[in-house]
């Protein structure tokens, strides 16, 4: 495992405690969605991994850490349609400890070809999840969030074509999207492996769910994540599945 903490470029950026995200040149910032995908998401048994919508490159560094810690060979390829984002990714990627374990490539998911004999063993993705047109200031944000340039039907549908037939694919969502993408990924064969459902505190609502789904036939568990006690201190689990990341803890 490296335990050494690169020196994050010169400019506005995430640090973490192997690894230093930039992300001001594109859409989707780091977030508290994205850590916590990165940090609950199974670890593949067949270690190639496919991070689509990359962005800052966030959720690849994030599993490079994790692989690395188990000594295994591992390889991420992860996609953007962005080039903005995508030169950020190498550049976050090239600095990081793992630099010979990804590549980065400007592509429309729906039209990837993996060339590979293998297929993915983790497919994991933070993807867009507004379908009612809403417009921001930040173009490159809008476009990183609106899901009309990638639905999730067409998206279960190319990831059946690239994960592994013991695979996993997990996503994080609004609770209301979520529910749609379940219909969804049911009515087409997708079995739901893992749900947690992530509220802010213990007094709110769960208003964000991370799910993991395969094609092959699995136990299925839930989960409820609360990020902040009563008190508003990070709560215990919160901590422990974030610990290995975050400076803080």
């Not at 800052?56 to 996609?79: K, N, V, Y």
């Not at 505190?201 to 699995?218: E, G, L, S």
Request: contains cysteine.
């Amino acid at each position: 495992m490296i335990a050494s903490i690169p020196s994050p470029p010169r400019r506005g950026g995430f640090t973490f405690k192997q690894f230093f995200v930039g992300h001001d040149r594109c859409g989707m910032k780091v977030s508290t969605d994205g850590v916590l995908l990165g940090a609950w998401a199974p670890l593949p048994t067949t270690r190639r991994v496919l991070d689509i919508g990359t962005g800052s490159g966030l959720l690849s560094l994030m599993l490079a850490q994790r692989l690395d810690a188990e000594q295994t060979p591992f390889f991420i390829d992860a996609i953007d349609i962005d080039l903005a984002a995508v030169e950020q990714a190498r550049e976050n990627c090239a600095a990081s400890p793992w630099q010979a374990h990804f590549t980065v490539w400007q592509q429309d998911i729906l039209a990837w070809n993996d060339l590979s004999l293998e297929r993915y063993g983790l497919v994991i993705c933070n993807p867009p999840y507004f379908q009612n047109g809403k417009s921001y200031r930040d173009a490159q944000r809008e476009k990183a969030r609106d899901s009309s340039t990638l639905d999730h039907p067409a998206l279960l549908k190319q990831v059946t074509t690239l994960l592994s037939e013991e695979g996993f694919f997990s996503v994080v969502l609004p609770i209301q999207e979520a529910e749609q993408f379940t219909h969804y990924a049911r009515t087409t064969g997708w079995i739901l492996s893992q749900q947690c459902d992530v509220s802010e505190r213990t007094d709110r609502p769960a208003k964000r769910r991370m799910m993991t789904w395969r094609r092959c036939p699995t136990q299925s568990g839930t989960e409820h994540l609360v990020i902040r006690d009563e008190q508003g201190q990070y709560s215990t689990d919160f901590q422990r599945l974030t610990k290995e990341f975050y400076l803080a803890f």
